[in-house]
């Protein structure tokens, strides 16, 4: 257990663990009622707030095996200029050698992501293609095909409603929507993403709905996008369509 009533650091964090070798389990729950890690110098802007918190993990480096997952309730954060404000957030992550499965509720918002290849591999995917993407993006050159043949297999889908924490991040610069759906997906011939987004709103603007596809054509990066409003919503621009690559 862990006490703390000190300023700038007023916690208390319960703690209970086993470790067998390589093998680490254990399980936490606690409230923060202050925490600036600023003060600490743990951070060079601003971060600090309070939440309460719940969370398990199992680990065995041996056998490749990670599970875990957190709940975070009535969180409230700023980072530098940025406040968070979430009332349930849970976070769920299992990997093996094979496969590894990440889900994210929040509120209205859910997220899941599902890798076809173990932990290890997927991280050194993501930094191989981050690598590349950053590479082009310097010389100012988009190859698909290469960024596509080096990252996992992977299906990824976001469904996002009207109350949560991104929602609520928007709401600072004036935005809204009422709906959005994001799938993106890579398999062994093609990386590809949809958005389908409805009842957005930035100031007076107004946008019925707003999708987007993309897709791996050759090396190129294909997409198409549409923009729908009813009668009396932007009439000027009712119905737009643009198509075009990268």
Same mark, same amino acid.
């Given at each position: 257990?862990?006490?703390?009533?000190?300023?700038?650091?007023?916690?208390?964090?319960? %703690? !209970?663990?086993?470790? $067998?070798?390589? +093998?680490?389990?254990? =399980?936490?729950?606690?409230?923060?009622?202050? #925490? &600036?890690?600023?003060?600490?110098?743990?951070?060079?802007?601003?971060?600090?707030?309070?939440?309460?918190?719940?969370?398990?993990?199992?680990?065995?480096?041996?056998?490749?095996?990670?599970?875990?997952?957190?709940?975070?309730?009535?969180?409230?954060?700023?980072?530098?200029?940025?406040?968070?404000?979430?009332?349930?957030?849970?976070?769920? %992550? !299992?990997?093996?050698? $094979?496969?590894? +499965?990440?889900?994210? =509720?929040?509120?209205?918002?859910?997220?899941? #992501? &599902?890798?076809?290849?173990?932990?290890?591999?997927?991280?050194?995917?993501?930094?191989?293609?981050?690598?590349?993407?950053?590479?082009?993006?310097?010389?100012?050159?988009?190859?698909?095909?290469?960024?596509?043949?080096?990252?996992?297999?992977?299906?990824?889908?976001?469904?996002?409603?009207?109350?949560?924490?991104?929602?609520?991040?928007?709401?600072?610069?004036?935005? $809204?929507?009422?709906?959005?759906?994001?799938?993106?997906?890579?398999?062994?011939?093609?990386?590809?993403?949809?958005?389908?987004?409805?009842?957005?709103?930035?100031?007076?603007?107004?946008?019925?709905?707003?999708?987007?596809?993309?897709?791996?054509?050759?090396?190129?990066?294909?997409?198409?996008?549409?923009?729908?409003?009813?009668?009396?919503?932007?009439?000027?621009?009712?119905?737009?369509?643009?198509?075009?690559?990268?």
């Amino acid at each position: 257990n862990f006490l703390s009533h000190n300023g700038n650091c007023d916690l208390n964090v319960d %703690f !209970n663990g086993i470790i $067998d070798g390589r +093998h680490y389990v254990g =399980d936490a729950q606690g409230t923060i009622n202050d #925490l &600036d890690l600023r003060a600490f110098k743990l951070y060079d802007g601003k971060c600090e707030g309070k939440t309460r918190f719940a969370g398990r993990f199992d680990i065995d480096l041996a056998q490749k095996r990670y599970n875990g997952n957190v709940t975070l309730t009535d969180l409230d954060w700023t980072v530098d200029d940025n406040r968070f404000v979430a009332h349930e957030t849970t976070a769920n %992550f !299992n990997a093996d050698d $094979d496969e590894t +499965h990440i889900t994210l =509720d929040n509120e209205d918002n859910h997220l899941t #992501l &599902d890798a076809q290849v173990g932990l290890e591999a997927f991280v050194q995917s993501m930094q191989h293609v981050s690598k590349l993407a950053t590479e082009q993006f310097r010389e100012r050159s988009l190859n698909i095909d290469t960024l596509q043949h080096s990252l996992p297999p992977f299906p990824f889908q976001a469904k996002l409603g009207r109350d949560g924490l991104v929602q609520r991040f928007l709401e600072r610069y004036d935005m $809204d929507f009422r709906s959005a759906e994001c799938t993106m997906g890579n398999d062994v011939d093609n990386v590809n993403a949809d958005l389908i987004l409805t009842g957005f709103t930035h100031g007076s603007t107004l946008i019925d709905t707003l999708t987007f596809h993309a897709y791996e054509l050759e090396e190129y990066l294909a997409f198409n996008t549409h923009m729908g409003n009813r009668r009396g919503t932007m009439d000027e621009f009712a119905q737009v369509d643009i198509e075009g690559g990268a």
